[in-house]
């Protein structure tokens, strides 16, 4: 990496001096042409997170995992990762709140708090994983495209879903009302934050939307209030059952604790990187002591109930066994097979409404993708003012865009490509588990970060000063740290039952260390880093002052009616 070496020496910070913990840490402030501007609001925040997290991993890749494992373990996988997003939130929550500095990433926390090793492993790893998400998005959405009968190929799709062009027509109007509804992916992420703010604000919107109304279908169908008055209830908890058995091994008791635990690991993918975005949005946030705590507690318990509530909707209204399902599974085929809700809807009969969910999906995706671009390029730029990146990725534009980092961000959305040569089902299980395991990876780092960030606190008497505290902590790090590391081991412990491994899969589940490895020992006996940086030594106070500037200048609107007060309680 000897151009980063050299961006380093040319660009925002000097050449590094790995015995003087300050200028390893140095602070991201840009200046001429590489500031990023503070244009999202608290509604932004909020919404850019949620909106990012609510994509196809619930309402298309469920499918998969309840088809394979059951309805019950589906719903305590999402119940029990739930938990551990908690407190991944609550860990980055307060450090982001007490340093919201302008291009703040999650790797520069690491390379701050940790050493600059980790920082730089981690960053590449972030930077890699919102990118294959982003791939992952549009495969899924190419997929939930097909669902309307076209002869127009999948490759068609991605470069419409990718480009945007709206001029290619669709043999549906639904299609075609969602393209000219959805902006461009390469468009919002590269005029000023302010839109894309606002863009992710209502795509988010119709999401939640979407999904509430979902459950609240689910609610009625389980009473019998659908067409046919048919009373679902938990027939398909008792027919065909709770658990796919026997599930890898003959005993009943572990074969439904290795249930849980595979729907647990499937889980992960709907969950992974949702809390990073609030963090990466901070560097961009106005007044950001007052939105990021406001963001992050609303984000938490909002995830909580769309994702376990969802889960159990999936879990009432179709059966692991249904047929429509299955062959969607097994043969990667497209359209009802690529989501449960589809499915659920079409089985109660309700005539017309999958089509609109349908398009509430495709939506879904481009607005996931929408985000994963958004955090991968801003992680790019604080890597590249951290001199761990090229220097030419800090240039913005006028309105604060970090240009050259969306745009090789985004390019990495063509490898959803590979759909013309080989199943869209196989690339988008390549893209999730990659992009899954990296995500468990990381976040044991962001745990070890925290640690060493409350260890400074503490080290300076500052600990019970911090502007954001959370409950639990810090225990509640131990217990996720834990938790993740044994998933991150144990992803891919199917492979090595008898009769099941292939090298494809067990690639999949563990490339992900060997090209952490490579990163980091490769920049450590490259640059000769320290170990850990000692606690006495990290910085915790450059760049502190003028957020606290900015929290001293901030001052509150108040509500001037009810209708303010509900608003601000939504957003």
């Known amino acids: 990496m000897k151009d980063s070496a050299k961006g380093m020496e040319e660009g925002l910070h000097p050449e590094p001096h790995y015995d003087d913990p300050k200028a390893i840490q140095g602070e991201i402030l840009g200046t001429h042409n590489t500031n990023t501007q503070r244009g999202l609001s608290s509604r932004h925040i909020q919404f850019l997170a949620l909106g990012g997290c609510i994509g196809t991993g ?19 996988g999402y119940i029990a990762m739930s938990t551990v997003v908690y407190f991944i939130m609550n860990m980055l929550g307060e450090m982001t709140t007490y340093l919201p500095v302008r291009g703040v990433s999650v790797p520069y926390f690491i390379n701050r708090f940790t050493e600059p090793s980790l920082g730089f492993a981690v960053g590449y790893n972030y930077w890699y994983s919102f990118s294959m998400l982003l791939a992952s998005e549009v495969t899924a959405a190419g997929l939930v495209i097909e669902y309307w009968p076209s002869s127009i190929s ?30 461009v992916i390469l468009f919002l992420n590269i005029v000023a934050v302010s839109w894309y703010g606002e863009a992710e604000f209502w795509f988010a919107s119709l999401k939640i939307i979407a999904i509430v109304g979902l459950i609240i279908l689910g609610i009625v169908l389980f009473f019998g209030g659908g067409p046919g008055h048919d009373r679902l209830g938990f027939r398909y908890w008792q027919r065909p059952g709770a658990f796919v058995e026997p599930y890898l091994v003959p005993n009943v008791n572990t074969g439904r604790f290795l249930a849980f635990w595979t729907a647990l690991i499937k889980s992960g993918f709907s969950f992974i990187f949702s809390p990073e975005l609030i963090t990466t949005a901070a560097g961009e946030a106005v007044a950001p002591r007052r939105n990021i705590p406001k963001a992050t507690n609303r984000f938490i318990y909002r995830l909580f109930a769309f ?29 009802a097979g690529a989501s449960p809700f589809v499915i659920g ?23 996931s993708g929408n985000s994963w671009v958004y955090a991968g390029s801003r992680t790019l730029y604080s890597m590249a003012c951290e001199g761990q990146a090229p220097k030419f990725f800090t240039r913005c ?10 745009l090789i961000t985004w390019s990495i959305g063509l490898l959803s490509f590979l759909n013309l040569s080989a199943s869209g089902s196989t690339v988008f299980y390549w893209f999730t588990n ?22 400074a606190l503490q080290f300076h008497g500052l600990l019970e000063s911090r502007p954001f505290k959370t409950p639990f902590q810090p225990y509640g790090t131990y217990y996720a740290m834990g938790f993740i590391s044994l998933l991150a081991i144990t992803n891919g412990y199917t492979v090595f039952f008898p009769g099941s491994f292939t090298a494809s899969d067990f690639l999949v589940s563990y490339i ?32 502190k002052e003028e ?20 608003w601000w309680w939504i957003a």
């Open 154 to 183: 999948v490759g068609v799709w991605i470069a419409i879903i990718l480009v945007g062009e709206r001029y290619i027509q669709s043999p549906n109007t639904l299609v075609t009302f969602s393209y000219q509804i959805v902006a």
């Open 547 to 566: 957020i606290d500037r900015l929290e001293e200048e901030d001052i509150e609107p108040q509500p001037r009616n009810w209708l303010e007060r509900v």
């Open 345 to 367: 809807i079409q089985n109660a009969g309700i005539a017309g409404l999958n089509h609109v969910i349908n398009a509430a999906i495709l939506i879904s995706a481009f607005s």
């Open 307 to 335: 994702y376990v509530l969802g889960s159990l909707v999936i879990g009432v209204t179709v059966a692991y066994n249904d047929k429509s399902l299955l062959q969607g599974v097994a043969s990667g085929s497209s359209g």
């Open 397 to 406: 534009n006028k309105n604060g865009v970090p240009y050259n980092a969306v």
């Open 58 to 76: 619930l309402f298309v890749g469920s499918g998969a995992a309840l088809s394979t494992v059951g309805p019950a373990p589906l719903l305590m």
């Open 434 to 455: 990659i992009t899954t395991i990296g995500g468990f990876v990381s976040w044991v780092l962001v745990g070890v970060a925290y640690l060493r960030f409350r260890g």
């Open 512 to 543: 992900v260390f060997v090209i952490f490895f490579v990163l980091y020992f490769g920049h450590k006996f490259y640059y000769k880093t320290p170990w850990m940086i000692k606690v006495s030594e990290i910085d915790i106070f450059s760049g």
